[in-house]
């Protein structure tokens, strides 16, 4: 008996995808479950796994076709399935690519395999553009890049022709103890971006200290609890994700955004989280982050930098965000200046818990302190405002139980 392979059902609002790499071929046995073929999305790449053991039968869709939801990809014939076929001969359209002894110098896009090269439909959209995603870490998997990594790129300005780089002044002094290599096209994007902001807005940083004592001392007393509970671990990014929705309710500047001649005021709270990765800085959203529990807040930035590590982060989870929080904490930084992430005009960020000599009631005691920065854009944000906001994220840190009654 055949069984069909059909496109499934994609994300919302999304009817068609293009044929990314099959990973079997006519002929091919292959187990229940196995991975069939990848279809890409301008969001993400769906894998298709076989829903029976079996013989493949033929691969009616070819890499880089688009293809709708219900068409049919390929059939299974099912049963155990025999012995596997040889190869069909090279020219064959499904047919895998040639052994690397003779392998030609430059291979098609098609039949890329290694980590980070685009799939089909990425690479005919790159070409288009005349856009390089050679040095690219994609969201497809094994880091692929996909069809909807290319429009990032192009929405970031990376479709314009690249400038030809700086050629030496002259001959470098120890060149011999030098080494030179070419920044990826990510980086490129990332560096680009970040010189944006500071060209576009009039970006100005303001600095506070927060007390973490009192903080600290509710975190000890329930994290034990919290985690046994909700089977995440309590941290300290969930009360400042709270402490700033709050403060953004009472100064809705802060959570705005200029668009041309106008300020466009967000009703909505959609935090982004600043998440470091080996192919750079990403920062996924926490969408309607007030509707959020402390459990909740906890187990999504948990799993957002789990994936992000694994390039697995869809691009609609990264877009959309209302205002960001940085935590250089983490990796021992005392104090910087964040740099805003376009097209939101503010981001806090936190820093290292150090204990510091304070004066409190007239005596020097020893306090875990903590720097905030944050950065905003003055176009439409006041100095008072921004001001106003730290101090109020600051009393909310410092007295956690304001967070539970929202004053």
């Not at 008996?1 to 046995?29: C, F, H, N, Y």
């Not at 079996?54 to 688009?66: K, S, Y």
């Not at 960001?324 to 806090?348: C, D, E, H, K």
């Amino acid at each position: 008996m055949a069984v069909e392979i059909r496109v499934p059902q994609l994300a919302e609002s999304i009817s068609e995808a293009t044929v990314g790499k099959w990973s079997v071929k006519a002929g091919d046995s292959v187990a229940r479950d196995q991975l069939l073929v990848e279809l890409e999305t301008d969001k993400v790449t769906v894998e298709v796994n076989a829903t029976e053991a079996g013989t493949v039968g033929e691969i009616l869709a070819a890499e880089g076709a688009t293809v709708k939801v219900g068409d049919l990809l390929a059939t299974i014939a099912a049963g155990a399935g025999g012995a596997k076929p040889a190869p069909k001969p090279a020219a064959a359209p499904a047919a895998a690519p040639a052994p690397a002894p003779v392998a030609a110098p430059v291979a098609a896009p098609v039949a890329a395999k290694a980590a980070g090269q685009p799939l089909p439909a990425a690479a005919k959209a790159a070409a288009e553009a005349n856009l390089d995603v050679s040095g690219v870490s994609g969201s497809g998997k094994d880091g692929r890049v996909t069809k909807g990594d290319v429009a990032a790129l192009l929405a970031a300005g990376a479709a314009a022709p690249a400038a030809a780089p700086a050629a030496p002044s002259g001959p470098r002094a120890n060149a011999a103890r030098e080494e030179r290599k070419p920044m990826s096209k990510l980086r490129q994007v990332i560096a680009r971006r970040l010189k944006e902001a500071q060209n576009t807005a009039a970006m100005l940083t303001t600095f506070n200290e927060v007390d973490m004592t009192a903080l600290m001392a509710a975190r000890k007393t329930y994290v034990d609890g919290f985690e046994k509970k909700h089977g995440v671990r309590l941290g300290f990014m969930s009360f400042f994700v709270k402490a700033c929705v709050q403060a953004l309710k009472e100064f809705p500047a802060v959570n705005a955004e200029i668009e041309g001649t106008d300020v466009v005021f967000k009703n909505y709270y959609n935090i982004g989280c600043a998440v470091s990765t080996p192919t750079g800085l990403v920062v996924p959203v926490l969408r309607d982050a007030d509707q959020m529990s402390f459990a909740g807040v906890e187990k999504t930035i948990g799993d957002f930098g789990k994936r992000a590590r694994d390039g697995k982060l869809g691009l609609d989870e990264l877009q959309g965000g209302t205002f960001s929080i940085s935590n250089g904490g983490v990796f021992g930084s005392l104090m910087s200046t964040p740099i805003l992430n376009p097209p939101q005009s503010a981001i806090l960020g936190m820093h290292k818990i150090q204990d510091r000599p304070m004066a409190v009631n007239g005596q020097v005691v020893i306090r875990p302190m903590m720097y905030l920065a944050l950065s905003y854009d003055h176009r439409i944000i006041d100095g008072r405002e921004a001001v106003s906001f730290l101090v109020r994220v600051k009393e909310s840190i410092e007295d956690p139980q304001r967070l539970l009654f929202e004053v």
